[in-house]
C-alpha cells in the first residue's frame, strides 16, 4: 500500500495557489483513476483507489502547511506505513514552470510543508517536486506561492497535471522512469518530424518580375527625327 500526500492550504481562498499544486495534482488523480469519494480523516481528507496492482491513499492534509506532519504521522502510524511508502506532491521553487523531478529522500531546501513532514517521520520519503518558477528574490516568495496561477500558466498547469494522472500507475508500481515519460509527453509532446520542412518546400516559390528591358538608343540624326515627323 501507498500513501500520497498532495501539500496546499485549506479552504478556497487558497484552492488555486501556487502553494497548492500538491492538493491539485491528487484531485486530477482521483478523479481520473475512479477513486472514492474524500472523506475527513487524520486531521485532512482522504481517498482511496487502485494504480494497477497497488493499493493508494491520497491524503490532503488541512493543518496548513506549516504542519503538514502531523496528518502524514497520523495516516503513516494508522497504515502501519513506512517513510518509504510515502510520495508527497509539492510545489517547487528552484524548477521552472511545468518541469516535474522524482526524489527519493535528503532535505527540505526550506519548504515549510517538507520541514515539518521531516520533523515528524524523517527525510527518507518520496518527492514529487513541481516546477512553479521563482519569482526572482526571496523577499517576493510568500507572497508569489500564495497567489493563484495566472491565466497565463493555466496551459502548462493542465498538461502538467494530466501527465502526473497519466503516469500514476507507474509511480505506483516504482517506475519512476515511466511516469517521467508519461508526464514529458505531456508537457513537451514530440512534433512530427520534418513536419515544418515538408509545409515550406510545398509552397509555391516566389518568382520575382523581370525588371524591365532598356530602351533601345535613338541612332537618329536631327535631321532624319524632323523628317520623320511629316511622314
Known sequence: MKLWVGLGNPGAKYAG???NIGFMA???IAADHGFGPWRRAHQGLVSEGRLGA???VLLKPETFMNLSGQAVRSAVDFWKLTPADVTVFHDELDLAPGKARVKQGGGHAGHNGLRSIHAHLGEAYGRIRLGIGHPGHKDAVAAYVLHDFAKADQDWLDDLLRGISDGAV???AGDATRFM???SLRVAPPRSSGGAEKAEAAKPAKVE???PAPAAED???PMQK???RFR
Open 17 to 19: 495557489n501556487r502553494h
Open 26 to 28: 491528487l484531485d486530477r
Open 54 to 56: 497497488e493499493k493508494v
Open 170 to 172: 507507474a509511480l505506483a
Open 181 to 183: 515519460n508519461a508526464v
Open 209 to 211: 518580375p523581370a525588371p
Open 219 to 221: 541612332s537618329r540624326s
Open 226 to 228: 524632323l523628317m520623320d
